[in-house]
């Protein structure tokens, strides 16, 4: 544990109490305040957990202010340049890079679980056909438990380890089968002599009638997508798997529920909110109607793809996607993409307005990778899931490393309640 000899002192009324501190590897020391309320009787308040430590973790570890992102201490733009998903996945999942042995079993075990049960297919017969994607992968996912008996004691190592290794290699199946499944096309089998992107790109674009060829290009655009999205610290839809998972709720529950929070607009949901964000403007000439909407207090609309709970600086995931669209489009020979010339225009502009510099705000992570899927061929309504089905190593990781850890409590915040105070019941003919 990180402990540290530095204390706090908190004085309130008549009332001072000295709080014990913790120092990081790297980063801000925190506060604990697990035991203010038995000594002192307050709670603390902070609804949208900005300045609250929820866990102590060592798989991922963000600088905001210096738009930095590092992996088991190593920087994302350099894991995005060199290394590949699966590898990121056992760097998140184990916390070493892996040796080539290491790596070849590991990926020879995601590989070989990638199919689902022959019956789960009826699972999806049962959504209308235009259900979006991630309402089926919420269904889907959870339905894992149905089917995973012998996963789901998260008391045994050896069942979390099968776990995990199912979540990681099926997830890629049940997206491909929910596209298919919104397309009316028949489902397509994983191969296990393709790797982990080809292997879902081929899901998702082979049909029966003919040969598919996974283009490598698209290929490697797609595994850099995955490993972007991996992990992102204690973000909105991690902290929901770990709540979830600490009442003991199986893995696949857990991660039902972390696909569920992803889902929203202002998390995962929002590279499909900007690339229809980008499509609404439609023309550079647009772009300043748009900013002006998203600085008016009175008017709800915000820039979808820009800003940052954490980062207040550049998110350098955005910066190495931004790169990879330019690529991706370009060998894919879709020049003056004019959704991607109305981004870069959009970003241009925000950043060079004062409001957005004041209130530091940048191009997130989601910015950038709806143009690309774009350009490969997905439905916006695939984003989010392809967003989900990378998260899903970061999810595990971190269930695993809570489940893990001896002093497990289930997670039970206070609150400030503010309603009436005790009151008598009066019979409906006294009201
Ligand atoms: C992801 O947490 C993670 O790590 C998430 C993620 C991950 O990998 O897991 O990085 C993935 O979710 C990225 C974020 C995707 N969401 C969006 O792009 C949606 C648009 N962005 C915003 O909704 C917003 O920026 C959030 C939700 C991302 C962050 O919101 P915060 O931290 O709660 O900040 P805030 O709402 O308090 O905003 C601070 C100020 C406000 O103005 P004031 O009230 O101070 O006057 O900035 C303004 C906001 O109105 N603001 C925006 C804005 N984002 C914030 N104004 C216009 N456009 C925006 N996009």
Known sequence: MADSNKTATLTFGDTTIDLPMMSPSVGPDVIDISK??????????????????????????????????????????????????????????????????????????VTRHTMVHEQMM??????????????????????????????????????????????????????AMAYKYTIGQPFEYPRNDL??????????????????????????AMDRIFTLHADHEQNASTSTVRLASSSGANPFASIAAGI?????????????????MLREIGTVDRIPEFIARAKDKNDPFRLMGFGHRVYKNFDPRAKVMKKSADEVLDLLGIDNNPTLQVAKELEKQALNDPYFAEKKLFPNVDFYSGIILEA????????????????TIGWVSQWKEMISDPGLKIG??????????????VDVENR
């Open 195 to 220: 790797d982990y992107a080809s292997n879902f790109l081929r899901m998702c674009f082979a049909v029966p009638a003919e040969d598919y060829q996974v283009d490598p290009i698209l290929s490697r």
């Open 412 to 425: 039970r915040p206070r609150q400030l309640y503010t309603g009436e105070t005790r009151r008598d019941y």
């Open 260 to 276: 569920a929070c992803l889902w929203g607009p202002a998390h995962g949901g929002a590279n499909q909110a900007c690339l229809e």
């Open 376 to 391: 490969m061929g997905f439905p916006t309504s695939m984003f989010t899931p392809i967003f989900a089905l990378s998260r």
């Open 122 to 175: 009826n699972f999806f017969r049962g959504f209308r056909r235009d259900a979006h994607p991630m309402a089926v992968m919420v269904g889907v996912v959870g339905a894992m438990s149905a089917f995973y008996h012998d996963s789901t004691d998260i008391s045994d190592p050896w069942q979390r380890e099968v776990a995990s290794i199912r979540l990681i290699a099926k997830m890629p199946t049940i997206a």
């Open 36 to 109: 203010l309320y038995g000594k002192a009787g307050v709670f603390t308040h902070d609804p949208g957990f900005t300045s609250t430590s929820s866990c102590v973790s060592t798989i991922t570890y963000i600088d905001g202010e210096q738009g930095e992102l590092l992996h088991r201490g190593y920087p994302i733009d350099q894991l995005a340049e060199k290394s590949h998903y699966l590898e990121v996945c056992y760097l998140l999942l184990y916390g070493e890079l892996p040796t080539a042995t290491e790596l070849e079993d590991f990926e020879y075990r």
